[in-house]
């Protein structure tokens, strides 16, 4: 086997590879590796490797198969984004602030991802504090996408998605506060979910932000993989308070079940400003292809307001705060284009935050009844393909089918289920005419992780998509 075959494998090959003793740890890692060193230049995908803690975690999962003993993804190749503190290994959330910034303990994700004997490879890029869907930052610069190296990736976990779209490891794991595993995942063509708020514990870490929004993540090429991580990365931790019960569910398993019957709505509104034609019309083609799985497919839209503003108010509040004790250095140091942010801080006051907690239970109770009529709810990931980078940064595309755009329009159908914390995924579905890929939004009920990664299986093995790569 070829080492390019070899980057192209998915977890669940690597590992009946690895059982069968077809393939060793060692050498896989040792060929993902090399890709990296290859292509990683061209795109900055992966910002901090830790070649030598994977060869060792590599030898030590290789030693484990020969006794036995070896763990559930026992030498898998993984990447961990830069906003996720991993022990030993520099983590700077992609920011001035924390450039030299060396965890002494691990997130507890990255601790049960161990405990199940992984391969760490390094740390993937991200916007600063992972605060805009743009991949960029005063420590490494941007992200570029491999299917086009003059656009963005998204974000924020973009190098986490343009590394898995480059064949760096079949496992990435991202977060998501208004869409940063699913934009990235659309825009680079790969799988994304983003699962209930709490499945996955969050931190620690040693700053506040997006406490009540994130969710922690897989990013691959498949949905098994997926699946698999989820059930390592899950399950409650008394140091994330916002952290579930354990839900008693094999995801991996989850995803053998039929899709038919299920009810799906579909629509490309949502309160979003503006969408590319073209991402309406791949995406809609890909939601009605539910009907040939035996799904009753309709469009309907839930009628949700536009909660840009309720978003804006968050981020801006929570940045202002969460630097209040330096604020004067992160003024001087953060990415420039943030520096706004920071001089909105006594425009907004305390009682705008609470009316973003009014909004959230509104906008609860509008999904709430929609999902009382639908098992799924479909619609584009983004309201448009990756688009052009401009020296200096920028926070989204300025226009989108002939309508000027603010900050957050392009990104309107993700972060509305940051706020409800339910699961969401992007599914790759379809290709532009100019070769960029798009992604499908998969929308699930509160705590239904498994119909989501049902419906994805499902379209994943009728309409496949890991056989496409881009030609670094």
Not at 53 to 69: D, T, V, W
Not at 198 to 221: F, L, S, V
Not at 446 to 456: G, I, Q
Request: with cysteine.
């Amino acid at each position: 086997m070829s080492e390019q075959e070899i980057c192209w494998m998915s977890a669940v090959e690597l590992l009946e590879a690895y059982r069968s003793k077809k393939l060793s740890p060692v050498e896989v890692t040792s060929a993902v590796l090399e890709r990296i060193d290859e292509l990683n230049p061209k795109i900055n995908a992966i910002v901090t490797l830790s070649a030598d803690l994977a060869m060792e975690q590599a030898r030590a999962a290789e030693e484990a198969y020969q006794k036995g003993k070896a763990g559930a993804l026992a030498g898998v190749p993984v990447t961990i984004k830069d906003l996720i503190p991993t022990k030993g290994v520099r983590t700077t959330f992609g920011s001035v602030l924390f450039e030299d910034y060396v965890p002494d303990e691990d997130a507890v994700l990255v601790e049960r991802l161990k405990d199940a004997g992984v391969v760490i490879l390094g740390k993937t890029n991200v916007p600063e504090f992972g605060l805009v869907a743009v991949t960029d930052n005063l420590v490494f610069g941007p992200t570029l996408n491999p299917w086009d190296t003059r656009k963005t990736v998204g974000g924020s976990s973009g190098g986490a998605a343009a590394g898995m779209a480059a064949g760096f490891s079949p496992l990435a794991v991202g977060n998501d506060g208004g869409g940063s595993i699913r934009i990235p995942s659309s825009l680079c063509g790969v799988f994304g979910i983003k699962p209930h708020f709490g499945r996955i514990p969050c931190g620690p870490k040693p700053y506040h932000g997006w406490e009540t929004m994130n969710a922690e993540g897989p990013i691959t090429r498949s949905v098994a993989d997926a699946a698999m991580m989820i059930d390592v990365m899950s399950g409650p931790d008394d140091r994330d308070m916002w952290s579930l019960p354990a839900s008693g569910v094999n995801y991996l398993e989850s995803i053998k079940g039929r899709v038919k019957g299920l009810k799906v709505a579909y629509t490309s509104d949502m309160a979003v400003a503006a969408v590319e034609p073209e991402v309406v019309e791949i995406t809609k083609k890909a939601a009605f292809a539910f009907s040939e799985l035996g799904c009753e497919v309709v469009e309907d839209d839930p009628g949700i307001f536009d909660m840009a503003q309720d978003l804006t108010v968050m981020v801006i509040l929570e940045t202002v705060t969460a630097h209040e004790d330096n604020l004067e250095e992160a003024k001087e140091k953060m990415y420039t284009l943030y520096k706004p942010f920071l001089e909105l801080m006594d425009v907004f006051s305390g009682r705008d935050m609470v009316r973003v907690n009014f909004h959230r239970v509104e906008m609860w109770d509008i999904m709430r009844r929609f999902f009382e009529k639908y098992d799924l709810l479909l619609t584009p990931t983004t309201a448009c393909p990756a688009f052009d980078l401009k020296d200096g940064g920028m926070l989204g595309p300025d226009i989108i089918n002939g309508v000027e755009q603010g900050p957050a329009s392009w990104i309107g159908f993700t972060y509305p289920f940051n706020f409800s914390g339910q699961p969401a995924a992007s599914v790759p579905c379809g290709f532009t005419a100019g070769g960029l890929p798009v992604g499908l939004q998969i929308v699930g009920r509160r705590y239904d992780e498994p119909t989501v990664l049902r419906a994805a299986a499902a379209f994943e093995a009728a309409h496949p998509w890991a056989g496409r790569h881009p030609e670094l």
